[in-house]
C-alpha cells in the first residue's frame, strides 16, 4: 500500500506581501491568487520495522532513522521532520514507521510557494493514512504553524491556503490568525482570456526569502511610512484585481498589475534587482502592459500581462535574457489524496 498526495503551486495575481504579520494583525490584508498545474507531490510507505525514512526523489538525499516520538532536525529534511513532529504531538501518537517521498515540479526559492505547498502535500499523505479529523481550513492553519511557529521560518499566510484550496482565490488575513478564503467564480471565457494573455518566465535565478521578508517586517514594525503606504496600496490592488475579474475587464489587468509593481518594490529594498528590472523593461516595451515578480522577490519567477497577440514576442524578447518561459494553466483543486493498493 502506497499513500499519495498531491498539492498545487500558486502565482499570486495581487496584493502579496499583506498576509504577513504584523502587517495583516495590524491591518488587514488580502491576497488574490491562483492555483497552477505545477505540484508538490507526496507518497507514503508503511513500514514496520521500526525506522523512518525521508527521501527527496530524482536526488540523492535521503535519511533513515530510528522511531521516536520526536525527530532531532536534520538539515535539509526540516521540512519533513517538522510535519511528522507536529502530527505526533499534536494527534498524541505512537511513534510510526514508515518511507516519505516528497517530489517538487518547481525550484525551491522560485516564488511559487513551493515550501508551504510541500508542507501541505506531507500533511495530505498523513491525513489520508492515519484518516486524521482535518478539513481544508485546518490542514492548511496546521502547515501555517509548522512552518511559521514550530520551524520559526519567515513567510506569510497564502501559501498554505492556496495549496489547500485550490483555485482563484480572495484572501483576506485578518488579527488572531483568521484567514477567510474567497473562491471566485469565472465565466469560462474570462478564466481562458486570462490564461491565454498570461506569460510566466523563470529568471534562472532563486532567492531565500527569508530576508526579504524579514525587511518587510521590520519595516512595518518600525512604521517606516513608506512601505506601510506600498502596503495599503498592495491590499487596495487586490480589490482591484477582484473586481476586474468579476466584472470581466480584462483590459485593465495590466494597469493593476503595474500599480502593483511599483508599490511592491517600496515594501523592501531587495525585492527587485537589475536582472529582475531589465526583464520587466524588456517585456513592457515588447507588448506586455503589467508583470509581477512571483513571491517575496529577488528572484525566482515572474509572469506579464500580454493582451491581444504579443505573448509570443515578448516571450521571445524576454528569454533572449537567460530565462525560460513556463507554459501552465489554472486549476481548481487543491489538495488530492488517495491510496493506492
Same mark, same amino acid.
Given at each position: 500500500m502506497i499513500i499519495r498526495s498531491k498539492a498545487p503551486l500558486r502565482i499570486g495575481l495581487a496584493g502579496g506581501g499583506t498576509d504577513v504579520s504584523p502587517y495583516s494583525d495590524l491591518y488587514g490584508g488580502a491576497i488574490l491568487n491562483a492555483t497552477i498545474d505545477l505540484y508538490a507531490y507526496a507518497s507514503l510507505e508503511p513500514l514496520n520495522n521500526g525506522t523512518i525514512e525521508f527521501c527527496i526523489d530524482g536526488t540523492d538525499k535521503v535519511i533513515? /532513522?530510528?522511531?521516536? #516520538?520526536?525527530?532531532?532536525?536534520?538539515?535539509?529534511?526540516?521540512?519533513?521532520?517538522?510535519?511528522?513532529? $507536529? @502530527?505526533?504531538?499534536?494527534?498524541?501518537?505512537?511513534?510510526?514507521?514508515?518511507?516519505?517521498?516528497?517530489?517538487i515540479e518547481a525550484p525551491q526559492g522560485s516564488g511559487l510557494g513551493t515550501?508551504?505547498?510541500?508542507?501541505?502535500?506531507?500533511?495530505?499523505?498523513? /491525513?489520508?493514512?492515519? #484518516?486524521?479529523?482535518?478539513?481544508?481550513?485546518?490542514?492548511?492553519?496546521?502547515?501555517?504553524?509548522?512552518? $511559521? @511557529?514550530?520551524?520559526?521560518?519567515?513567510?506569510?499566510?497564502q501559501d498554505q491556503y492556496a495549496a489547500t484550496f485550490g483555485g482563484i482565490n480572495f484572501m483576506e488575513f485578518l488579527a488572531n490568525d483568521t484567514v477567510i478564503v474567497n473562491p471566485l467564480q469565472l465565466k469560462?471565457?474570462?478564466?481562458?482570456e486570462l490564461e491565454f494573455n498570461l506569460l510566466l518566465y523563470f529568471t534562472a535565478t532563486q532567492r531565500l526569502s527569508a530576508s526579504i521578508i524579514n525587511e518587510q517586517v521590520k519595516n512595518v514594525k518600525d512604521k517606516n511610512e513608506k512601505s506601510v503606504d506600498a502596503m495599503h496600496n498592495l491590499k487596495e490592488q487586490a480589490q482591484q484585481m477582484k473586481d476586474s475579474l468579476l466584472r470581466g475587464d480584462l483590459n485593465k489587468i495590466g494597469e493593476i498589475l503595474h500599480f502593483g509593481w511599483i508599490n511592491k518594490k517600496q515594501i523592501a529594498k531587495s525585492i527587485s534587482n537589475e536582472l529582475i528590472d531589465t526583464v520587466y523593461i524588456t517585456a513592457i516595451t515588447t507588448g506586455a502592459t503589467g508583470g509581477k515578480i512571483s513571491g517575496a522577490g529577488?528572484?525566482?519567477?515572474?509572469?506579464?500581462?500580454?493582451?491581444?497577440?504579443?505573448?509570443v514576442k515578448v516571450a521571445r524578447a524576454i528569454e533572449g535574457l537567460g530565462g525560460r518561459v513556463q507554459s501552465f494553466k489554472f486549476t481548481t483543486q487543491g489538495l488530492t489524496t488517495w491510496t493506492s493498493l
Open positions: 533513515r /532513522v530510528t522511531s521516536t #516520538k520526536e525527530l532531532e532536525l536534520v538539515e535539509g529534511f526540516e521540512l519533513f521532520i517538522g510535519v511528522y513532529n $507536529r @502530527i505526533i504531538k499534536q494527534f498524541n501518537l505512537e511513534p510510526l514507521s514508515f518511507r516519505l517521498t516528497s517530489y515550501s508551504s505547498t510541500i508542507v501541505v502535500s506531507l500533511i495530505g499523505a498523513f /491525513v489520508e493514512w492515519l #484518516k486524521l479529523p482535518l478539513a481544508k481550513y485546518d490542514i492548511a492553519h496546521l502547515a501555517y504553524e509548522i512552518e $511559521r @511557529i514550530d520551524l520559526n521560518m519567515s513567510g506569510g499566510k469560462d471565457e474570462i478564466l481562458y529577488g528572484g525566482g519567477f515572474m509572469f506579464f500581462y500580454c493582451p491581444g497577440v504579443t505573448k
